[in-house]
């Protein structure tokens, strides 16, 4: 099963064929004016350029070549050679009655895939910066596994720099490391406590290193004997990551952002040394000016790109170095076909050089996919990069909390169930901050920045999540009314009518909302689908009637095209992450 358009575009593609033409000239796309058709191909033209023939003529012979086919209801030839195309409702209905998973086809790409989201630091707080990541990536997970990927989604933590260094040795100076070491980090009293202390200890021991070159020497060290293992650096090492990981986990959790993978950059640490004398057993890795470098370029460069360094005169090595160890693992443990980087765009050179650099090193296959899937700023209402009002950086868990608290603000200016309980109203409320705070984020093109505006995006009008929540609980609620009214609709038949055909149109739409945000890693698609998805919903439902509809079989057939609308809604939003109370 597949979308409407795909459908066609098979059918009209068999004639291009049958006509010696190729058939990705047949591909057919949803009208841009559906007021003169449902649907359109305009490959004559392309076709005619190729065969140095008048357009109009080749339209004519493809649309002859259809005349017989009686799924369309109007076959016409508009302009240079536009072909327009209705379907019959008869089509319409088969193909609701019968399309499973929505028209989505599985693909038929059966290795893994890897996506690379999240990648906080430990032992700092998580801040408004972490949102896209984990937003984009999870939605991008959700999504590719739902077409039938085996998707893994890694974390990569950034848990072995020189940071740790810096942390592990102020906690030694001062003395203080039992307080970590004695850590229970399954109580979360003891993991917040602890947070709130990295997250204080941390900068202060920064700053001290950056300014004092003996402390930033004993970092360095620390930091040698950390990744050689040694007592007592690593094990308060181990714990610092263990109590971070929890912390994150609560973090993670109420966003309703899963990882498969809590990999970092640390687990990749023995990979380096063997990759570093392969690089320079293949001559690829050399010293330059005191470093150990990869060079990237190629000829057809037109902007300078910089060689990769591996490791520096102090033996450190550097993100690019853990980055490419990184994909010799994945490549050893997992063999995916496609690894995705969904991080901050300002990282598209270091991922332009590190793919490079493991292309030349044959680290991947032939055929492995590497891409970056940047993504552009979070800004303040003031345009720019999103803060608190007094400058500071936000951490994400008062961002969520502010988030519920308008949430809140805006349940109370609509008509709740009078019976919600207080769990059941939490539960609805963080089910709205969450689905305001995703939907603002995801139905931008990943690339742009974008406003984060608390006031706009927890609004119950216009395009947000709150709007869509609603609706989609609206839908639930009219069918429960119609169960609870003895209505049995299910066995029946669907019928289109004339004021039902805009929606059943679009439900056949799913499956290309959902391959194109696969093929450009874009889950705005699917959000500009799920949005006008709601809006045809809202005008079917001003439009005609449902539950006072005398007609029995209309009815029956308007209630299904509402349950498949409902289904397919919840469906389409939880594969961004966001959940549908059962009411609100
Ligand atoms: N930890 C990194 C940072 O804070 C982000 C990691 C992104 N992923 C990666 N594979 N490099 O900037």
């Not at 345009?383 to 608290?405: H, N, Q, S, Y």
């Not at 990943?446 to 609706?471: A, W």
Request: proline letters at 3%.
């Amino acid at each position: 099963m597949t979308s409407i358009a795909q459908k066609l575009s098979d059918i009209i593609g068999g004639v291009f064929e049958a006509q010696g033409l190729p058939a990705e000239l047949g591909l057919v796309r949803v009208s841009d004016r559906p007021d003169l058709a449902q649907f359109q191909c305009n490959g004559a033209m392309a076709a005619a350029k190729q065969a140095k023939k008048n357009p109009r003529e080749i339209a004519q012979i493809i649309v002859e070549a259809l005349s017989s086919n009686d799924i369309f209801s109007k076959i016409e030839i508009a302009g240079p050679g536009f072909i327009n195309l209705n379907v019959t409702d008869t089509f319409l209905e088969g193909y609701l009655e019968s399309s499973e998973n929505f028209g989505v086809d599985a693909t038929d790409e059966q290795r893994k895939v890897i996506l690379d989201y999240g990648g906080p630091n430990i032992a700092k707080a998580m801040h408004a910066g972490h949102l896209r990541p984990a937003i984009i990536g999870d939605a991008l997970r959700r999504i590719m596994a739902f077409k039938g990927f085996e998707v893994l989604g890694d974390i990569h933590l950034g848990d072995w720099g020189t940071h740790m260094g810096m942390l592990i040795g102020d906690y030694i100076r001062e003395g203080e490391e039992g307080l970590v070491l004695n850590a229970n980090a399954q109580d979360p009293e003891t993991v917040q406590k602890l947070m709130d202390d990295f997250s204080v200890r941390y900068p202060k021991a920064s700053i001290a290193a950056k300014a004092d070159e003996a402390l930033m020497t004993e970092a360095r060290a620390i930091t040698v004997k950390l990744q050689d293992k040694e007592a007592p650096y690593y094990p308060i090492w181990e714990k610092i990551r263990e109590v971070s990981i929890e912390g994150m986990k609560q973090t993670y959790g109420q966003l309703g952002v899963h990882f498969d993978l809590w990999k970092g950059e640390a687990d990749v640490h023995d990979y380096i040394a063997p990759m570093v004398d392969d690089l320079k057993a293949k001559e690829l890795a050399y010293m330059s000016n005191g470093a150990c470098v990869v060079d990237v370029v190629t000829e057809e460069d037109n902007k300078e790109i910089p060689p990769l360094i591996i490791y520096k005169s102090d033996g450190a090595v550097l993100y690019g170095t853990t980055d490419m160890a990184t994909i010799v693992e994945r490549m050893k443990l997992y063999e995916p076909s496609r690894i995705i980087y969904i991080v901050d765009q300002r990282q598209s050179l270091h991922f332009e050089q590190v793919f490079r650099a493991v292309k030349k090193a044959g680290i991947t296959n032939d055929n492995t996919e590497l891409t970056f899937a940047g993504f552009g700023t979070m800004n303040g209402t003031d345009g720019k990069p999103f803060k608190t009002r007094d400058g500071g950086v936000l951490r994400l868990e008062d961002l969520i909390a502010m988030a519920k608290e308008k949430a809140d603000k805006r349940l109370s200016e609509v008509n709740l169930a009078d019976d919600i309980k207080e769990d059941e109203y939490n539960d609805i409320a963080l089910k709205v901050a969450i689905a305001a705070i995703k939907f603002a984020d995801l139905q931008n093109q990943r690339q742009s920045n974008y406003i984060f505006d608390l006031d706009r995006l927890t609004s119950f009008e216009g395009k947000t999540g709150p709007y869509l929540l609603y609706q989609t609980v609206r839908i639930k609620s009219l069918l429960r009314k119609a169960k609870d009214q003895g209505i049995n609709f299910e066995e029946k038949e669907i019928t289109i009518q004339e004021q039902d055909r805009a929606l059943a149109l679009l439900l056949g739409e799913f499956s290309d909302a959902l391959n194109l945000s696969i093929q450009h890693y874009a889950p705005h698609h699917l959000c500009e689908y799920i949005y006008k998805l709601a809006q045809a919903f809202s005008s079917f439902y001003a439009n005609c009637h449902i539950l006072s509809e005398e007609d029995t079989a209309i009815q029956a057939s308007r209630l299904k095209l509402c349950q498949k609308t409902a289904l397919q809604l919840e469906t389409a939003l939880g594969l961004l992450g966001i959940f549908v109370p059962e009411r609100m």
